[in-house]
């Protein structure tokens, strides 16, 4: 097939050193690893005599989609009529996260959950489990039996919610070390510490995922920041002596480099700049912005800065309203449409690809199709539909190809997917 790969963030449409395209392409697999990628006729060249041939032509080999921010106990949220975030989650999403706390529950919506991932060409996560360590033992052992890279959490929670959905500081605080001691590095897994938001948890439990910061410094940290105009009116009033709402996490020393922050759309120039300072990242969430109507990601105003955020991008289940990275994108640039601003298809790729290895600080092993990585790809069909394959007749480039993919793809266009070298989505037999 063809192979496309980016190696930094293209500037514009037309930078072609942003990325590396091969119309006639190919990839060696062994063991789960990419061994040698490039030109056909090159990598034919290194495979043994005996290498099985896959002929993907005339279909797009990319490296598998990544999804920065999605809540696994969500599978049935999705889809609920509400009308800001703070409604949602009341009359929702807490009653069903609830749910978690049996053991089956949790393991029959993990089994979906990951069918749903890679059906969608989704090969990485960052995942909320709920509150209920069980939740979290549920989808690291789907995680492990798909060997798929995922990083995910135990929710922290101590306040503000259902009876059934609250732990206390001590309990988030042991529960979370006893997922992190029973999977981080167990196959491809990697916990995340994850205090749910300021809402939903006391200055006691913020000082409790504080600690587990401090004695993990490694591990992800994962928490949502100015979605909505009441959810930040009401965390001002729960930590009035913050500065803004960014400074709550900071006073509990949750900013950096590994620090995923979902949604951040409503940030003041300080909370930019703090943003920026420590590297933290801004997860967009497109799909659950405007299904809840939390408002428009400033993504190029962030990007352009002289102190610029990192962003990542992400579905945010079940406030988002698809599984598919290609939708996700395709309302990301609507959102930029109606900020005036312009995301060009390669800068689409680049995020779904390598920009979100990099903000997850895992671009050594995902995201690329460098040799040494892992065989995480998706094959894709811009003819997967009657009416994308009409319009694929007058497709002419490669941009034109992936901007099409994005507008009308979904998990129809997603032909195969592998995970660590082995077909977990196939159309052949
Ligand atoms: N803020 C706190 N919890 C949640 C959640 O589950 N979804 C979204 N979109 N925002 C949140
Ligand atoms: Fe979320």
Redesign the pocket.
């Known amino acids: 097939g063809r192979t496309l790969t980016f190696r930094r963030r293209p500037l514009s449409m037309d930078d072609t050193q942003a990325y590396a395209y091969e119309t006639d392409g190919a990839l060696l697999l062994r063991d789960g690893l990419i061994v040698a990628s490039g030109a056909y006729n090159a990598v034919r060249e290194q495979a043994p005599e005996d290498a099985v041939e896959i002929d993907h032509r005339p279909h797009l080999i990319l490296p598998g989609f990544i999804d920065t921010h999605v809540?696994f106990p969500?599978m049935q949220v999705i889809g609920s009529y509400a009308a800001n975030?703070l409604e949602?989650?009341n009359t929702y999403?807490f009653p069903e996260e609830c749910r978690f706390v049996e053991t089956a529950h949790a393991q029959r919506i993990a089994v979906h959950f990951f069918d749903e991932m890679i059906r969608h060409g989704t090969t990485t996560a960052v995942a909320?489990c709920s509150v209920h360590k069980t939740s979290a033992d549920a989808f690291f052992a789907e995680a492990m039996k798909r060997d798929m890279r995922m990083v995910a959490g135990k929710v922290m929670m101590d306040r503000n919610a259902p009876q059934g959905l609250l732990d206390t500081p001590e309990m988030g605080y042991d529960e979370t070390r006893a997922v992190i001691a029973q999977w981080h590095g167990k196959g491809r897994n990697h916990v995340a510490i994850t205090p749910?938001?300021a809402?939903?948890s006391t200055p006691e439990q913020m000082s409790a995922a504080q600690a587990l910061a401090a004695e993990f410094p490694d591990l992800h940290i994962q928490t949502?920041l100015s979605?909505n105009r009441d959810?930040i009116d009401y965390t001002l009033s729960l930590y009035p002596d913050a500065a803004d709402y960014t400074d709550v996490y900071a006073n509990y020393g949750l900013m950096g480099p590994k620090s995923l922050f979902?949604?951040a759309i409503h940030l003041s120039e300080r909370e930019r700049d703090a943003m920026s300072e420590t590297g933290s990242i801004a997860v967009h969430?497109p799909t659950?912005n405007l299904f809840?109507g939390?408002g428009l990601f400033p993504l190029k105003e962030l990007a352009r800065r002289e102190k610029p955020v990192r962003i990542s991008v992400a579905s945010?289940i079940?406030?988002?309203s698809s599984y598919s990275m290609l939708r996700t994108m395709d309302e990301a640039y609507k959102i930029q449409q109606l900020l005036g601003e312009r995301l060009n298809p390669f800068d689409s790729y680049y995020y779904l690809t390598l920009g979100n290895a990099k903000a997850l600080s895992l671009s050594e092993r995902i995201g690329t199709l460098e040799p040494g990585t892992d065989a995480d790809l998706i094959v894709l069909d811009m003819a997967a539909t009657p009416a994308m394959a009409l319009k694929a007749e007058v497709v002419t480039s490669l941009s034109d190809e992936l901007f099409l993919l994005q507008t009308m793809g979904d998990d129809r266009a997603v032909v195969e997917t592998y995970v660590a070298g082995r077909a977990a989505k196939t159309k052949l037999a």
């Open positions: 809540h969500q975030l949602w989650l999403t909320y749910r938001f809402i939903t949502h979605e959810e979902g949604h969430c659950s809840l939390s945010d079940g406030g988002g």
